[in-house]
């Protein structure tokens, strides 16, 4: 599946390189609202919801007339309590609180796909390599400031995702700049993140694994922003 997703996505960039409408090259700045799904049932520790939001800013240069080169930093954090039942059926009791960061960097190419003679519409196709960077924390004493028990596990993996999307360009600004709105939607990968102890790794101790998170599935984003 993953292959033939990278063969569609490749496809369509070369579509639209040989695109023969007039536009010039152009830059964008944007800001974005995303989620990638995850069929992973440990990631219930961290959220009800089987997705990872996170906001991003995300810049392009734009080197061909409907090309761009696309990068951006995206964060994400989810905090969940924790709790099991106690002496009596009936109660549940805090075990530990439970927070997840993370911080994805992508970079890759957009290619703009015009719609007749509209400058002010447009598709577009994404597909970008990334790399995630990502914090566990867990905590016995929420409500204690610093607590020394708190403990932190890091992992880091590669993955891509890949995306077709509607650009909107509703209003010019200044003599070549418009303000834009978009929607993309596509599929994402993030390879297995294992996660080892934070504090053992600074010391240098070789530590064991203590589980993982996969993030998989169905990407999607809305933004907004600046093309100039």
């Known amino acids: ?7 569609s996505a490749s496809a369509l960039l070369l ?9 010039a090259p152009q830059n ?7 989620t990638l799904g995850t069929p992973d049932a440990d990631y219930d520790m961290f959220s009800e919801n089987a997705n990872l939001t996170s906001v991003s800013l995300r810049g392009g240069w734009g080197f061909h ?3 761009s080169l696309i ?6 954090r989810t905090v969940s309590d924790v709790y099991a039942y106690g002496d009596q059926d009936w109660e549940e009791v805090l075990i530990f609180r439970s927070g997840l960061t993370t911080y994805q960097l992508g970079l890759g190419l957009k290619g703009r796909i ?3 003679n509209l400058p002010w519409l447009a598709g577009y196709a994404v597909g970008q390599g990334v790399a995630m960077t990502s914090t566990v924390r867990l905590d016995d004493e929420p409500d204690q400031e610093g607590n020394p028990n708190e403990l932190q596990y890091r992992a880091m993996a590669p993955g891509f995702r890949v995306a077709g999307g509607v650009e909107l360009l509703p209003l010019r600004v200044g003599f070549e700049g418009r303000l834009f709105t978009n929607l993309e939607v596509g599929y994402g990968l993030v390879g297995a993140l294992n996660y080892r102890d934070a504090e053992a790794e600074t010391v240098g101790e070789d530590t064991a694994l203590i589980g993982d998170l996969k993030f998989r599935g169905v990407y999607f984003a809305w933004g907004m922003g600046w093309r100039f």
């Open 1 to 7: 599946m993953q292959s033939r997703t990278l063969r």
């Open 15 to 23: 579509l639209v390189a040989s695109s023969s409408a007039a536009a």
């Open 28 to 34: 964008e700045l944007s800001i974005h609202l995303s």
């Open 65 to 67: 007339e409907n090309i």
């Open 71 to 76: 990068g951006d930093l995206s964060r994400s």
């Open 114 to 116: 015009p719609i007749g």
